[in-house]
């Protein structure tokens, strides 16, 4: 019988595990390529995210900047910086999620 018994269906289960991963690869390449940009203080604090999570930018208008008030500056970056996140998790949820690799990243 060989394969253990599966016989024919091992080539068949083999060809399907490599279209899954090009697809895996695919949607990954996807992911390096798509910025997502996360806001905080109604835009005084930006930070683009490529969707595989690496930093690109962080955009902080003169305004945000109160020597007086360092803290909240810190968390306006702090919040863009989770809300970039988040959306990189959803798109990364959205592409790989139906390939069972939404955590991979």
């Known amino acids: ?18 279209m899954m ?8 390449a996807q992911l390096a390529e798509t910025e997502v940009t996360g806001k905080a203080g109604g835009g005084m604090v930006e930070v683009v995210l490529k969707a595989n999570k690496i930093p690109v930018s962080v955009s902080i208008k003169p305004e945000a900047v109160d020597p007086d008030d360092v803290e909240m500056l810190e ?13 990189a998790d959803s798109t990364s949820q959205d592409l790989l999620g139906p390939l069972g690799g939404a955590g991979l990243f």
């Open 21 to 28: 991963q090009k697809k895996l690869q695919e949607a990954q």
């Open 75 to 87: 968390d306006l970056v702090l919040a863009a910086l989770n809300d970039a996140m988040e959306q």
């Open 1 to 18: 019988m060989g394969y253990g018994g599966y016989g024919g269906n091992m080539q068949q289960i083999m060809k399907q595990a490599q």
